[in-house]
């Protein structure tokens, strides 16, 4: 393992700090205790035979994970927590993942797909013990769900952590099919945190919420337990529900607390439990025989941040933020990424400087939310652009052109043209949900006019039947419900569905996303002219949370590996990582030893690589490579991390043929013209 002598140094300290000396009775050496960190909550403990149950499937296997249903539940109105945990796994395993076989399933990834890539007949089911708790600023609140897995294969004598930190808003097992995978069948501990975002649905009408083990009960029976309870009196609740029936709260949009501004943070919170986890299973019974000594310290295990989406984020945010050496490297695909700044540095494809860079994820989905519904075929939403004087065109198919290029010319590649109208839906949550949760937003603002909740076949809004709140801490990934547009003409319609009062047209609530719109930039999205009043001073909030997420693009000499699709339709890369390597160049200069590989073809939903095989392959393949080739590197340092390039795969024809490694080849050791390279702080990437 590579280690310098600052972060010995560190370490040694930090270690002194967590606990008492012993006795100094004759030569002995002081003993350092083992304590628990001041803000983690009670650790409940289960253990895994990985037979009948196991903590990467379940208990399910590969075979289980890829099964057309989710299994059963006993009592669907009064799951266990024990069946929820199998269904959560279950919903999140494959969201993350395309478990289709020609994808490659089972066969370059999947449970029974051994650490050394290859395909063996098992289940791949891994026996271990699983440890939760909460992370908490005592009031409750916060209440981020962190969770360590320890396989039975961990070896005390080589012992390594892998993070995996939540994608999207998901739960805590969001990043159970991806870090979690690799960690696992490595025989490393997991460390994962759900970035207290998360599956908190409240439910107006019973008042109910999800515990911990995602149990409903009723927010005084939940009290510090619950996952998330909004902050109302009984009297506002009962209000607001009277007056919007069936709606809810969620916690991403609606903890008024912008979890986001935290994400580094409890990831290296999740690394510090894993090592308070390690030293208890681990360490040697103290004098006082009851606590143990100190084994692991960040000097002697190996660390690896990791995840994809918002958890990759959080794990270069986690690195920003490492004062304690607690990590070793970091190797995260298609991470959300919000660099501090756009200028500084220059993003360049085939010798042109890109059209735009280094834009905040509110920012470019507030934009995508505008057009990317006209480009799915909203005639609707095409023609109220064309009023607004936002888009031109004659007819649905001009207008969905010029949305095409304005996408263009706002930082998307050519590669992810052919998935903008894929991504529409995407972009409508994200705009909705950062807006409420930059903003701090109680669920009662309702937000330029939207609320959540669900509908029926009119799209007029309904409540959750009580099997799906029973079933949400399973079944939802965080963003919960669909948006409700309550300004639209003749009351609340789903936001698809919503009649902009403006233009008197059925055009997507086109009006309330103006409205987003308008938050995120802090001027009016049809004139450009600054906003005033109620409008200014809510984008003023907006637009402070935003600032509170930003990466500074200092690694702090760590090694790193991202990887990006190209064709990512979702966080452009030129937005966030072709522009994070251009702001750690200008922060960190030559020192730095990040390196970036970006993958054609490839999109931030593998699942889209068996709907559309002759347009996307499935990047997660390279997120086990980047984490394998991470490995070997801090294991030793003589075995370099490959150099910044573009990897070129090659589409299938149809589903029906089966992915080989000639579709998704191996990240080159000498890239040759395919190199990325920096030169200052310039990041040259070639066609």
């Known amino acids: 393992m590579q280690m310098t002598t600052s972060k010995t140094a560190i370490a ?30 009670t650790v409940s403990t289960a253990s895994y035979d990985g037979t009948s149950d196991d903590l990467l499937t379940a208990g399910l296997g590969a075979t289980g994970l890829a099964a057309a249903a989710a299994p059963a539940y ?57 440890y939760l708790a909460y992370t908490d600023d005592g009031t409750g609140r916060q209440n981020v769900t962190l969770m360590v897995q320890v396989p039975n294969g961990f070896d005390p004598v080589n012992p390594c952590i892998v993070t995996g930190t939540s994608s999207g808003s998901r739960g805590i097992y969001g990043a159970i099919g991806s870090a979690g995978e690799w960690g696992l069948k490595n025989n490393c501990a997991v460390a994962y945190a759900d970035k207290g975002s998360g599956t908190g649905l409240y439910a107006f009408e019973d008042d109910t919420v999800n515990g911990q083990n995602g149990v409903r009960a009723t927010r005084t029976a939940a009290a510090k337990n619950a996952l998330f309870a909004p902050e109302l009196s009984d009297a506002q609740r009962t209000a607001f529900a009277q007056q919007f029936p069936g709606r809810v709260a969620f916690k991403h949009a609606h903890s008024q607390l912008n979890p986001e501004k935290d994400w580094g943070k409890v990831t290296l919170q999740a690394v510090e439990f894993a090592l308070y986890v390690l030293n ?28 994809i989406s918002n958890g990759a984020g959080s794990a270069l945010l986690a690195a920003e933020q490492d004062t304690a050496g607690l990590i070793d490297a970091v190797a995260a695909t298609e991470p959300q990424i919000q660099p501090n700044r756009t200028s500084g540095y220059t993003v360049r494809q085939a010798g042109a400087n890109v059209t735009a860079q280094g834009k905040p994820l509110l920012d470019y989905a507030s934009y995508a939310a505008l057009y990317q519904p006209c480009i799915a075929g909203g005639a609707g939403r095409c023609a109220s652009l064309v009023q607004k004087g936002l888009l031109v065109g004659n007819d649905l198919a001009s207008r969905q052109a010029d949305a095409r290029a304005r996408m263009k010319a706002y930082g998307w590649t050519a590669d992810a043209e052919p998935l903008q109208a894929a991504h529409a839906l995407t972009n ?39 099997a799906a709140r029973a079933a949400s801490f399973a079944t939802m990934n965080g963003i919960i419900g669909t948006p409700i547009y309550e300004d639209s003409v003749g009351g609340a319609k789903l936001y698809n569905l919503g009649v902009s009062k403006s233009t008197g047209i059925e055009d997507q609530a086109l009006d309330g996303f103006l409205c987003l719109r308008s938050l995120a930039t802090g001027v009016d999205a049809v004139t450009g002219a600054a ?57 960190e200069g030559s020192s730095s030893k990040l390196r970036y590989i970006e993958v054609t073809n490839a999109n931030h939903f593998d699942s889209f690589s068996n709907a559309l095989p002759n347009v996307v392959v499935p990047l997660h393949v390279y997120l086990f490579r980047a984490l394998d080739a991470v490995y070997a590197n801090l294991k030793n340092s003589a075995t370099p991390l490959p150099p910044s390039q573009v990897v070129h795969t090659v589409t299938r024809a149809s589903n029906a043929v089966p992915i080989t490694v000639a579709n998704v080849p191996l990240i080159a050791a000498a890239p040759g013209n395919n190199a990325i390279t920096v030169s200052g702080t310039t990041v040259n990437v070639p066609d």
């Open 12 to 41: 040694l300290a930090v270690a002194l700090s967590l606990g008492a000396c012993g006795s100094d009775d004759d030569d002995d050496e002081p003993e350092v205790l083992n304590q628990k960190p001041a803000w983690l909550g």
């Open 280 to 307: 208890e299973k681990y360490g040697v019974v103290a004098r006082d025989n009851t606590s143990h000594i100190v084994r692991f310290t960040p000097a002697n295990t190996l660390t690896i941040a990791s995840s």
């Open 428 to 466: 409508v949550l994200v705009a909705v949900t950062y807006v409420n949760a930059y903003g701090k937003f109680s669920v009662t603002d309702n937000v330029c006019g939207f609320s959540w909740g669900a509908a029926d076949a009119t799209g007029s809004p309904v409540p959750f039947t009580g």
């Open 531 to 587: 906003l005033t009043g109620d409008l200014a001073a809510q984008s003023a909030r907006v637009r402070a949370g935003m600032a509170e997420v930003q990466a500074t693009g200092n690694l702090r000499g760590k090694p790193a590996l991202i990887v990006s699709g190209r064709a990512d339709a979702l966080i452009p890369v030129n937005h966030a990582s072709r522009a994070y390597v251009g702001l750690n160049a200008a922060v």
């Open 74 to 130: 006993n009592d669907p109105a009064n799951p266990s927590a024990r069946e929820l945990r199998r269904n959560a796994i279950f919903a999140n395993y494959r969201a993350v993942l395309d478990i289709a076989t020609n994808s490659g399933y089972g066969t370059m990834y999947g449970p029974n797909v051994n650490a050394a890539g290859v395909a063996t007949n098992g289940n791949g089911m891994v026996a271990g013990t699983e």
